[in-house]
Structures are given as C-alpha cells and as structure tokens.
Nanobody
Framework: QVQLVESGGGLVQAGGSLRLSCAVS????????MGWFRQAPGRERDFVAG????????YYADSVQGRFTISRDNAKNLVYLQMNSLKPEDTAVYYC?????????????????WGQGTRVTVSS
C-alpha cells in the first residue's frame, strides 16, 4: 500500500521559515518524480515545486522561486520542502505527490499518488 505522509506544517510569522517533510512508503522512490502542491481556502490546488528521480533537477512556481527549495533523500524515502521568507499568501494546505511517468510535473492530473496534506499558516 502506497502512503505519502506530510509533516512539518504549522503557524509561523511572515518572514519565517518552515521545512515540510513527506515520508513515502510502498513504492520504489527512485522510480518516481515528486512534487509539492498547495491549496489555499476557496482556491484550486496549485503546483509549488517538483524534483526529478535523482534530485538533480528541480522546478518551481514563479511565486516561490528563490524562497522555497525542494529536495529528496531516496535512501530515507523522504522528500522535503524548505520554505523561507514566508508570506501570508503562502498560507495553504501543502500536499506531497508522486508521479511514475513522464507527465508534466506541474499538472495535478499527471500524479499517481497523493498525501493527505499539512496545513501552513503564515501570519502577518
């Protein structure tokens, strides 16, 4: 059974940092590219960051470029999202997801497995 479990969310002041983790089980992690998405209240789920199988290539939404960093540790079956210089508009539920094929990392429809999400709230 495939499981993706996010952790590390919480309440932080604007300008602060958080590191989200995604623990992956039930699949061979180095055969999957990984992504982080987020969904703010009343809005659609949006792409945040993606990473290829080895971690050698990363991709970011324009809104987080330069502030967020995605990384992975295949030996530990973990994916991370380091979030710095947080803004109130970063408030959302953050989801980890895994994609087995060569689909568009920025497209929700391309992903095979999803976590349940972790909530991030940034106060002004």
């Amino acid at each position: 059974q495939v499981q993706l479990v996010e952790s590390g969310g919480g309440l932080v002041q604007a300008g602060g940092s958080l590191r989200l983790s995604c623990a992956v089980s039930g699949l061979t992690m180095d055969k999957y590219r990984m992504g982080w998405f987020r969904q703010a209240p009343g809005r659609e789920r949006d792409f945040v960051a993606g990473i290829n199988w080895s971690g050698s290539y990363t991709y970011y939404a324009d809104s987080v470029q330069g502030r967020f960093t995605i990384s992975r540790d295949n030996a530990k079956n973990l994916v991370y999202l380091q979030m710095n210089s947080l803004k109130p508009e970063d408030t959302a539920v953050y989801y980890c997801a895994a994609i087995s094929g060569f689909g568009d990392l920025r497209s929700m429809a391309a992903y095979n497995f999803w976590g349940q999400g972790t909530r991030v709230t940034v106060s002004s």
